[in-house]
């Protein structure tokens, strides 16, 4: 199964592990491998997983 990021959640996650990694490297690589492992397992079992289109709306 092939998956692609959100171009928003993508850049929101590469700031998280640049904050991370200003704090601690050991912390950025926690999550790091917290995403990866929960990318892992939504590709696993795709079906136990719901697909939101938004979760918000944008006003203005």
Do not use: K
């Not at 990694?21 to 997983?49: C, G, K, L, M, W």
Request: aromatic share 16%.
């Amino acid at each position: 199964m092939r998956y692609v990021f959100h171009p928003e959640a993508l850049t929101e996650y590469a700031e998280a592990v640049q904050y991370y990694t200003e704090q601690r490297v050991e912390v950025a690589q926690a999550f790091i491998n917290a995403i990866e492992d929960t990318v892992y397992r939504i590709r696993a079992s795709p079906t136990h997983y719901v697909v939101a289109e938004s979760l918000y709306v944008e006003v203005g």
